[in-house]
């Protein structure tokens, strides 16, 4: 089994320090993304690696990026504020580099800035291995060709997903309204609000890739 590593954002709207807590079970790393820091500290965490330009950040997560740096009590990647790519894309990279085609569970990155969750999405239909979403409203997935999420014990809940690449293509089982190897646009709204009736359920990225989300 490969690693699994907690990735927290920053993300103007975090999930809450309990939601943070859980998603960091099972995990064997715990890396903040900028001001993703605060986060992991709200939830009493230990920081791995901090990846960021510290732009964002309290003036404690400063200081104790500082105090990193100085004393080396956690790793830090410092980045300059003017750089082309997103502290998660770098953070990705730097992730990749220690912890190669880990599972991903990803918090506090999909809420208050449309711009940046679609980057988000972009960055993470990209990386090597299996992504987990946990955010405090909803959990979810992001599939490549041939990966499949199973979920169980959630009849009546709702079920969301968007294709993210063209000539993608989905089935799902389980459903009110059900898929067999389904084409679907990149980003078109198909998936939107569909409901769980069977446990468990399936869906399986046939072809392409996929966000998918289960609701609270």
């Known amino acids: 089994m490969g690693a699994r590593v907690l990735v927290v954002g920053g993300s103007p709207q975090g999930a809450s320090p309990e939601v ?45 990026v500082a105090r990193a740096v100085a004393e080396g009590c956690f790793e830090v990647e410092r980045y300059d504020p003017h750089k082309d790519f997103t502290d998660l894309s770098l953070a990705l990279r730097a992730i990749g580099a220690r912890w190669p085609g880990a599972t991903l569970c990803a918090t506090c990155l999909s809420g208050g ?30 599939l490549r060709a041939g990966e499949t999420w199973g979920i169980e014990g959630a009849r009546g809940r709702t079920f969301s997903f968007v294709p993210l690449a063209p000539g993608t293509r989905v089935s799902l089982a389980g459903m009110r309204w059900n898929l067999d190897d389904a084409p679907v646009g990149c980003l078109s709204d198909l998936g939107i609000s569909n409901v769980v009736e069977d446990s468990p359920a399936r869906v399986a990225c046939d072809f392409g890739a996929i966000a998918c989300w289960l609701f609270d």
């Not at 807590?21 to 993304?33: I, L, P, T």
């Not at 009493?44 to 200081?63: H, K, P, Q, R, W």
């Not at 987990?132 to 992001?142: C, L, T, W």
């Open 113 to 142: 800035r449309p711009d940046h969750l679609l980057g988000v999405l972009g960055r993470l239909v990209s990386w090597g291995g299996a992504v987990e979403i946990v955010e405090d409203a909803f959990r979810g997935r992001v």
């Open 20 to 64: 943070v807590r859980r998603a960091a079970q099972g995990c064997d790393a715990v890396v903040a993304v900028d001001r993703g820091l605060d986060a992991v500290l709200a939830a009493g965490l230990i920081c791995d690696l901090f990846c960021g330009d510290a732009d964002t950040v309290s003036a404690e997560g400063a200081a104790l």
